[in-house]
């Protein structure tokens, strides 16, 4: 079979990496005082050249810089946007078996870009890649789903639909500057999907006044018009799971409840789906996906450093392809290795296993990663 030219590749990934310990140091110093900015950004520069070079090694064809210079996968990028303010939320849930704060994203005034939000950090991984390099972003919806409408200032936005209007445009405006940049290959990074597959959090969001089967469509409504504008020849990618936090979760249940939404709905050319444990169902909500489309089944667990069996990962694969024909299906790890700068259970070199497992299993299943 031959190789997938166009992202998704048939070995990918999502993108975080456990942050290197000297990263975690320095960061410490920086936040002390002890360090300055531009002595992280040298050591993170450093880092992240090594793990560039180290995943090009390994066969990956799509290259992220770690998200190294974050310390969360959302709110990093969500707080740079004017009018955003990232807040301690006592009434989040928490995740499984972890009492740890949670802090969410909030709308406090009138939303502005005025300056390129992460467009510095692609720059330099595409200055250092020679491979496709793959920047990725959280989803808008985030905005709206973790906190609601009480999330959201009514005396900046009385209208939703302002609010959509404003986030899309400096969305687009974001794209338009990172694809001027390079990026060919971007992803979007959603939990608001996969959290509607869980009971408890509709039960959630009708408590605080919406209708859990309205809010699919009106996060998809706000991805296609964050995308609306991307030039040709731009891959974009949405990737979905229940909860990734020092190798806890948030949510459980199969993509039933919104499968048919999401795969009709948006816009996006392909799909990094959870696919490691039993909390995300069956394959069948797969019949729903468009023809051509790809599924990225994220069939390896970044949770736990048990390292999966190849031969079982294959037989996965040949369930799936039940619903989405093999040359559209692909393969990676369920979530990124670190969605904040804590990382999940894990070391380094399991890492770097279980990377290597998915581009191995890709050769033997596609003839190429």
Known sequence: MTASIRPPFRADQVGSLLRPAQVKA???????????????REIE???????????????????????????????????????????????????????????????????????????DHFKYLRSVASKT?????????????????????REAYPDLDELWSDVGRIYQEEIRDLAAAG??????????????????????CRARGDDPDALPHMYAKAINLAIADRPQGMTIAMHTCRGNWKSTWLAEGGYDPIAETVFSETDVDGYF??????????????????????????????????????????????????????ENLCISPQCGFASSHHGNMLSEDDQWNKLSLVVKVAREVWGSA
């Open 183 to 204: 990026c060919t290959y971007l992803q979007i990074d959603d939990t608001s999907f996969s959290f509607l597959c869980d009971g408890k959090f509709r039960d959630s």
């Open 45 to 119: 520069d450093r880092c992240i050249r090594d793990a560039v070079a180290r995943q090009e090694a390994l066969g990956l064809e799509a290259i992220t810089d770690g998200e190294y210079r974050r310390g969360w996968w959302n709110h990093d990028f969500l707080g740079k946007i004017d009018g955003v303010e990232v807040v301690l939320d006592e009434q989040s849930v928490k995740f499984v078996g972890s009492d740890d704060p949670r802090f969410t994203s909030t709308v406090a005034r009138k939303l502005r870009r005025s300056r390129a939000l992460m467009v």
């Open 26 to 40: 320095a960061r410490a110093k920086v936040e002390r005082g002890e360090m300055s900015a531009e002595a992280l």
């Open 133 to 153: 390099p793959k920047f990725c972003i959280p989803s808008p919806s985030i905005l709206y789903h973790r906190g609601g409408r009480r999330a959201i200032s």
């Open 273 to 326: 789906l959870e696919y490691d444990s039993e909390r995300a169902g069956s394959f069948e909500p797969l019949r729903f996906v468009p023809k051509g489309k790809k599924v990225v089944l994220g069939l390896v667990s970044t949770k736990t450093p048990v390292l999966e069996n190849k031969d079982d990962l294959k037989r996965r694969i040949a369930e799936a392809a039940k619903y989405v024909p093999l």
